[in-house]
Nanobody
Framework: QVQLVESGGGLVQAGGSLRLSCAAS????????MGWFRQGPGKEREFVAA????????EYANSVNGRFTISRDNAKNTVYLQMNSLKSEDTAVYYC???????????????WGQGTQVTVSS
């Protein structure tokens, strides 16, 4: 089992950047695929990005492809989401997620963090 804690959210102007971090507990972090989801005001939670256990494979939602980058440091048990060229529609609570494979993370992850708020002002 893995426990996830997000950090790095905040208020940023449109066009700016933020980097989210997700620290995971547990000795098996390196065996989990990881991902990021978000839930905007009045919207359903949606997939943002995912990364395989090795970091060799990544997937992105079309809405963030080319602007966001997911990465991980298995030595630090941490996954990151670098967000550039932020838009007002990126405003949401961002959640870290984990599961045994990248496909499971994208579709139905079992492990979730508590979320961190990102607000983009226009």
């Amino acid at each position: 089992q893995v426990q996830l804690v997000e950090s790095g959210g905040g208020l940023v102007q449109a066009g700016g950047s933020l980097r989210l971090s997700c620290a995971a507990s547990g000795r098996t972090f390196s065996s989990y695929a990881m991902g990021w989801f978000r839930q905007g005001p009045g919207k359903e939670r949606e997939f943002v990005a995912a990364i395989s256990w090795s970091g060799g494979n990544t997937e992105y939602a079309n809405s963030v492809n080319g602007r966001f980058t997911i990465s991980r440091d298995n030595a630090k048990n941490t996954v990151y989401l670098q967000m550039n060229s932020l838009k007002s529609e990126d405003t949401a609570v961002y959640y870290c997620a984990a599961d045994v494979s990248i496909s499971t993370v994208v579709n139905r992850p079992n492990y979730w963090g508590q979320g961190t708020q990102v607000t983009v002002s226009s």
